[in-house]
Nanobody, 115 residues
Framework: QVQLVESGGGLVQPGGSLRLSCAAS????????MGWYRQAPGKERQLVAA???????NYVDSVKGRFTISRDNAKNTVYLQMNSLKPEDTALYYC?????????WGQGTQVTVSS
């Protein structure tokens, strides 16, 4: 089973940027869609962005125009570029396939947007 390790989170001021990375333990080429999810305190985990093997992308409305998902199949890595960050983007961010595979959730990477 694939293992996923997220990194790149941190504390950033409103309006700032972060780039998250998700490294997979094996090839992700066979996984049609990879996604970034987030879970804020007291809320359910939600899909934020997804990218298919063919290059199509989808975003939740709240991040459209600010976040960009990409995948490098050769490096078995998925990225999430986050710009114009807002306090409401504060959450623990995870990557997984889309639809998610229940037993491969990683530890996530914390993103905190605060002045």
């Amino acid at each position: 089973q694939v293992q996923l390790v997220e990194s790149g989170g941190g504390l950033v001021q409103p309006g700032g940027s972060l780039r998250l990375s998700c490294a997979a333990s094996r090839s992700i080429f066979s996984i049609n869609a990879m996604g970034w999810y987030r879970q804020a305190p007291g809320k359910e985990r939600q899909l934020v962005a997804a990218a298919t093997r063919g290059g199509s992308t989808n975003y939740v409305d709240s991040v459209k125009g600010r976040f960009t998902i990409s995948r490098d199949n050769a490096k078995n890595t998925v990225y999430l570029q986050m710009n114009s960050l807002k306090p409401e983007d504060t959450a623990l961010y995870y990557c997984n396939a889309y639809p998610a595979i229940n037993n491969v959730w990683g530890q996530g990477t914390q993103v905190t947007v605060s002045s």
